[in-house]
């Protein structure tokens, strides 16, 4: 079966630096996402990789190995306001998205 | 209006009802989708209309019935539903010819089914 892990919840503190993790078990590959989703709100597109590598964006990074199904994103010099879930969808052979349950982040002052 | 929107945002119904969800987008996108966000469960893609045409059904129960009249709007009708129907409903439209055509969302309905 098709399969997209990533951690429940996450904690860190405003300023710091945080890493969401993403591994992927699907039938085929046609590009890794990953949105932001704040309580009560549409998730919203934050990047897209279908190439090994960093795409860098801001704050936000991804990063993208398809040799090991894996896929991380890194929020750099956190702020209240990314306090939201993470989620981490994976395009399939069929080109349909499968999505993580995603991982909510938890910053503290 | 921009981007896409939904109404109702919030809807509480008995499971004798019948009612509608409403999407419409406003980006000029050729595909729209519905999908079912249940608390800390993955979305589950429920249909998928490309250029009007359905071209996904996820085994969705008959109780939910799509239509998309156009390109731009979208519609999930409801009835007799369960309990456990009870979740965010969420539409989204994407442009299938980008590179990448991220999918772009609603801020959901939520509904409660008593």
């Known amino acids: 079966g098709q399969n997209i892990d990533q951690p429940t919840e996450m904690t860190a503190t405003e300023g710091a630096i945080v890493q969401i993790n993403c591994t992927y078990q699907t039938s085929g590959f046609n590009g890794l996402f990953w949105y932001q989703q704040h309580a009560g709100e549409a998730p919203t597109f934050l990047s897209y990789n279908v190439l090994d590598g960093l795409e860098e964006k801001g704050r936000f990074s991804s990063f993208l190995s398809r040799s090991k199904g894996y896929s991380y994103l890194l929020l750099k010099e956190l702020q209240m306001k990314d306090s939201a879930s993470y989620l981490c969808?994976?395009?399939?052979?069929?080109?349909?998205?499968?999505w993580g349950a995603g991982t909510k982040l938890i910053i503290k002052p | 209006e921009t981007g896409v929107t939904q109404t109702p945002r919030h809807l509480v119904m008995g499971m004798t009802n019948k009612k509608s969800l409403k999407c419409e987008q406003h980006l000029g996108h050729n595909a729209m989708y519905w999908y079912k966000q249940s608390a800390k469960k993955p979305l589950e893609l429920m249909f998928v209309?490309?250029?009007?045409?359905?071209?996904e059904n996820n085994s969705v129960p008959s109780r939910f019935s799509p239509e998309c009249p156009n390109s731009s709007h979208l519609f999930l009708h409801l009835h007799t539903l369960q309990p456990e129907d009870s979740a965010l409903y969420l539409c989204?439209?994407?442009?299938?010819?980008?590179?990448?055509?991220?999918?772009?969302f609603g801020p959901g309905t939520r509904l409660t089914v008593t």
């Open positions: 989204a439209s994407s442009q299938e010819t980008s590179a990448s055509y991220e999918q772009y």
């Open positions: 209309y490309n250029f009007k045409e359905q071209t």
């Open positions: 969808a994976v395009r399939d052979s069929n080109y349909q998205l499968i």
